[in-house]
């Protein structure tokens, strides 16, 4: 499900890249809202420290009240499905789910025949609808075992809790992909076997462990092999419907491999992040920062838009959570010596 060799598998997009034009995007992070419900302290956008904070927030407030319109993000979906673009994935940003028209967006993705994910924090989530049934893929962030560290790591109030759980419930027989996210802090990894087994109680197919992307890197954890040792005893639990997605040991060789050190990065042209601002970024790793900013749409259409990638060096990057998938493209776009011997 989280493959780094996907990229390979559009055959089409590759042999344009070596043919030296840029191919239409198959992934679209589109952000409805920059304002969320919550505010988790580990949060990119957010943190002191975060990895997307320069253009994301004011003077005054770090959780802006700025939505994308809702005409502007069905002309963005109208735009992409006609450029080619396979899926959409709703996060954030902000959370999705607060926006007034998500489900009419959400619907609109669909019937234009693009997959559809949804990241969320499952408070606002209208399990029911068929928007939200018709998902390709959803997975809701919950980040705790136990509601008090869930009230202290997201810094809201306990019916927030009772809320998503009740919505997760709600969800046994969803069609498509399943999970939940669990993003391991200082705070929370203790309790990664009782979520665990709580997705298993529930019905949850997957539950996915992450780390924190800061500039803090690998200094962010105290104590990684702890950390392992809880997620392999969350792995004791796995069973035949319910199993571990563990990206926390790929998140760390990102964090500690730190800047790429390879020039060409490949994979903005695989997905692109088009945040509440209307500006179009690289990637969900450079959202809402200056080197990552390709254009604005404010005044133009994304379809008619010259998405010029040139003279960006991936090595300038802090950190890149995608030098799996640039290091498999980097490798079909340049043929080895003596290839035919393998």
Same mark, same amino acid.
């Given at each position: 499900?989280?493959?780094?060799?996907?990229?390979?598998?559009?055959?089409?997009?590759?042999?344009? &890249?070596?043919?030296?034009?840029?191919?239409?995007?198959?992934?679209?992070?589109?952000?409805?809202? =920059?304002?969320?419900?919550?505010?988790?302290?580990?949060?990119?956008?957010?943190?002191?420290?975060?990895?997307?904070?320069?253009?994301?927030?004011?003077?005054?407030?770090?959780?802006?009240?700025?939505?994308?319109?809702?005409?502007?993000?069905?002309?963005?979906?109208?735009?992409?499905?006609?450029?080619?673009?396979?899926?959409?994935?709703?996060?954030?940003?902000?959370?999705?789910?607060?926006?007034?028209?998500? &489900?009419?967006?959400?619907?609109?993705?669909?019937?234009?025949?693009?997959?559809?994910?949804?990241?969320?924090?499952?408070?606002?989530?209208?399990?029911?609808?068929?928007?939200?049934?018709?998902?390709?893929?959803?997975?809701?962030?919950?980040?705790?075992?136990?509601? =008090?560290?869930?009230?202290?790591?997201?810094?809201?109030?306990?019916?927030?809790?009772?809320?998503?759980?009740?919505?997760?419930?709600?969800?046994?027989?969803?069609?498509?992909?399943?999970?939940?996210?669990?993003?391991?802090?200082?705070?929370?990894?203790?309790?990664?076997?009782?979520?665990?087994?709580?997705?298993?109680?529930?019905?949850?197919?997957?539950?996915?462990?992450?780390?924190?992307?800061?500039?803090?890197?690998?200094?962010?954890?105290?104590?990684?092999?702890?950390?392992?040792?809880?997620?392999?005893?969350?792995?004791?639990?796995?069973?035949?419907?319910?199993?571990?997605?563990?990206?926390?040991?790929?998140?760390?060789?990102? &964090?500690?491999?730190?800047?790429?050190?390879?020039?060409?990065?490949?994979?903005?042209?695989?997905?692109?992040?088009?945040?509440? =601002?209307?500006?179009?970024?690289?990637?969900?790793?450079?959202?809402?920062?200056?080197?990552?900013?390709?254009? +604005?749409?404010? +005044?133009?259409? &994304?379809?008619?838009?010259?998405?010029?990638?040139?003279?960006?060096?991936?090595?300038?990057?802090?950190?890149?959570?995608?030098?799996?998938?640039?290091?498999?493209?980097?490798?079909?776009?340049?043929?080895?010596?003596?290839?035919?011997?393998?």
């Amino acid at each position: 499900m989280y493959s780094q060799f996907k990229p390979l598998h559009h055959v089409d997009r590759l042999d344009k &890249l070596r043919a030296g034009i840029a191919p239409a995007p198959v992934h679209v992070q589109l952000i409805l809202s =920059d304002l969320c419900n919550q505010d988790c302290h580990f949060c990119a956008y957010r943190m002191s420290g975060g990895l997307s904070t320069e253009l994301f927030g004011t003077d005054k407030t770090h959780n802006p009240n700025r939505k994308m319109p809702t005409d502007k993000a069905i002309e963005i979906l109208d735009d992409c499905a006609a450029m080619g673009v396979k899926a959409i994935q709703f996060t954030g940003g902000g959370e999705p789910t607060v926006h007034a028209q998500h &489900l009419e967006i959400i619907h609109h993705a669909q019937r234009l025949g693009m997959n559809t994910g949804l990241v969320t924090n499952g408070i606002k989530l209208d399990v029911d609808h068929p928007a939200i049934q018709a998902l390709d893929w959803l997975r809701i962030s919950v980040d705790a075992g136990h509601c =008090d560290t869930y009230v202290k790591t997201r810094r809201v109030t306990a019916a927030h809790w009772d809320r998503v759980w009740a919505n997760i419930r709600a969800l046994e027989g969803f069609k498509g992909h399943f999970g939940i996210g669990f993003v391991v802090t200082n705070d929370n990894y203790e309790e990664i076997p009782v979520a665990a087994i709580r997705c298993v109680e529930d019905f949850v197919p997957y539950l996915r462990i992450g780390a924190v992307f800061s500039v803090q890197g690998m200094r962010f954890y105290d104590n990684v092999q702890e950390i392992n040792d809880y997620i392999a005893t969350a792995k004791e639990f796995e069973t035949d419907d319910f199993k571990i997605v563990d990206l926390f040991g790929r998140r760390l060789s990102d &964090l500690e491999n730190a800047s790429p050190d390879y020039e060409f990065c490949g994979y903005q042209y695989f997905t692109i992040y088009i945040g509440a =601002d209307l500006n179009v970024y690289r990637c969900c790793n450079t959202a809402y920062t200056t080197p990552g900013k390709l254009v +604005n749409l404010e +005044n133009q259409r &994304l379809f008619d838009t010259a998405l010029g990638r040139g003279g960006f060096d991936a090595r300038s990057c802090r950190f890149c959570q995608f030098q799996g998938q640039n290091r498999a493209i980097n490798a079909m776009l340049t043929t080895p010596e003596d290839v035919n011997f393998t």
